[in-house]
């Protein structure tokens, strides 16, 4: 009875997603076409409406990509299938090209038009999928009963993780399960492969957590050493690799170089509002570690009260003792009595991190990566971390600052940091961008 519900559901699921992201890429070709005809006509060939019709077969090899990817048959979250959909949508914009270029009809074609189509694309597809995920998963039927096989702490985290996540669209069950996800960081050798076998024979689809969880496999290259029949594992340093550090390095150039104007615009005001809400300096700099240790004057918009201000918060501790325990813990207090109306505001936004920029031209700072460390708090890192954190450079914005930076201990910091260093992605580096805007706007998880 379960297999039949089961396969009803994905069946029934698969077309739906797949109608979907039809009906988004012909209303991409629609605003496309609107777009070309209402606003470039003045300046480019007049483009023939009644020909859209043979452009369909874009449509057609767009939707073959996807499928191609797998995202109908694999659950990934959102940013796993916004890569997924941008890679899609990137090498049918080649074949399209190259289709046109090797047929000769590229006169035939407006360029425009396509490009226009795939750049709406990116957009559209993405933000219809998640429309219609949110609708259909709000019904069991579509839901994916899973199983977390772990102990103590870790089934509960990955069982709320999971099932909190709606975009994945599944559900906890102890009984008739469709899917089971093993923690092998719970169990011993000897007691992991019995346990696979045992749910081996009752589930299709096992996933096996790896026991290095703080290692991304998914960039990992496996070594097949078939002459005696061992496979191995490739894991690298990500960002002590050159050739990530080039392309880390030109990439984040680029972002800069668009968003330096906004960010001088921009000081212009939060200078300005520093200076009408208490007097003092606008930019306050302070020592932190940098590359190999090294420190170095890091700069920020002045978010306290100048001069007295150490009074205040000796008086503050006196009369509050937990924030000691507090700061031990998460190197922060929860209501520092020294902070500005206006430096809450710019802590909460992230805004008070834009004086960085000068630190990126500096040289001394990325865009992004660990957040710079205080002096002080060398010794707290520790030997195991250290070795990985210090040998890159500090970012403006990173992992931890996207992650909720307010419910994270300092120790957690330390190791977001470090998984970040290990296993640093350029699509990850985009994800991050685009969830520090989210902070900015939305001032989530920022103190």
């Known amino acids: ?23 988004a890429l012909f209303l991409s070709l629609q605003l496309a076409l609107t777009i070309r005809s209402n606003y470039f006509n003045d300046y480019l060939p007049l483009f023939n409406m009644s020909e859209i019709s043979k452009y369909y077969w874009i449509v057609i090899l767009s939707t073959f990509t996807l499928i191609l990817e797998k995202i109908y048959f694999v659950r990934h979250d959102f940013w796993g299938d916004l890569k997924r959909i941008y890679k899609s949508l990137f090498f049918s914009f080649l074949a399209v090209f190259t289709v046109l270029t090797l047929t000769k009809m590229s ?20 933000f219809f999928k998640r429309i219609f995920k949110k609708i259909l998963f709000k019904f069991d039927f579509f839901k994916l009963k899973i199983h977390v096989v772990a102990k103590d702490e870790a089934e509960q985290y990955i069982s709320e993780e999971m099932e909190d996540n709606w975009y994945f669209g599944f559900k906890n069950s102890n009984e008739n399960y469709d899917m089971v996800i093993i923690n ?17 024979q009752t589930t299709k689809d096992i996933y096996v957590v790896p026991y290095m969880n703080h290692l991304d496999f998914s960039h990992a290259t496996i070594m097949d050493y078939s002459n005696i029949r061992l496979s191995a594992i490739h894991i690298e340093n990500r960002l002590l690799n050159y050739k990530n550090i080039f392309i880390k390095y030109f990439f984040e150039k680029i972002i800069t170089i668009f968003i330096f104007p906004f960010a001088l615009f921009l000081h212009l005001f939060i200078s300005l509002a520093i200076k009408l809400d208490s007097s003092g300096s606008v930019i306050f700099k302070q020592k932190r570690l940098g590359k190999n240790a090294k420190p170095f004057s890091c700069y920020k918009y ?20 937990k924030e000691v325990s507090y700061y031990s813990k998460y190197h922060k207090y929860q209501n520092d009595p020294r902070i500005t ?107």
């Not at 074609?109 to 993405?126: C, E, G, K, N, W």
């Not at 092998?184 to 081996?200: G, N, R, V, W």
């Open 184 to 200: 092998s960081k719970s169990f011993d050798m000897q007691e992991l492969p019995k346990i696979i076998l045992e749910y081996a």
């Open 302 to 321: 002045r978010t306290m009260y100048a001069g007295g201000s150490d009074a205040l918060l000796e008086e503050y501790l006196q009369q509050n003792p």
């Open 1 to 23: 009875m379960k297999t039949d519900k089961f396969n009803a559901s994905q069946y029934i699921l698969f077309l739906a997603l797949v109608l979907i992201d039809i009906f």
């Open 107 to 126: 006169d035939e074609y407006s360029r425009t038009f396509i490009i226009l189509f795939f750049l709406l694309a990116l957009f559209v597809l993405p």
């Open 341 to 447: 109306r206006v430096g809450s505001f710019l802590r909460k936004t992230s805004l008070d991190e834009f004086p960085q920029f000068y630190n990126i031209l500096q040289g001394k700072m990325n865009l992004i990566g660990p957040r710079p460390y205080m002096l002080s708090e060398k010794k707290k890192i520790g030997k195991e971390y250290e070795q990985i954190i210090l040998k890159v450079k500090p970012g403006i914005t990173g992992l931890w600052q996207v992650s909720g930076r307010n419910e994270l201990s300092f120790k957690n910091r330390v190791q977001l940091d470090s998984w970040y260093i290990q296993n640093w992605s350029l699509w990850g580096d985009f994800v991050i961008l685009i969830k520090t805007i989210k902070v900015i706007l939305f001032k989530v998880g920022a103190s």
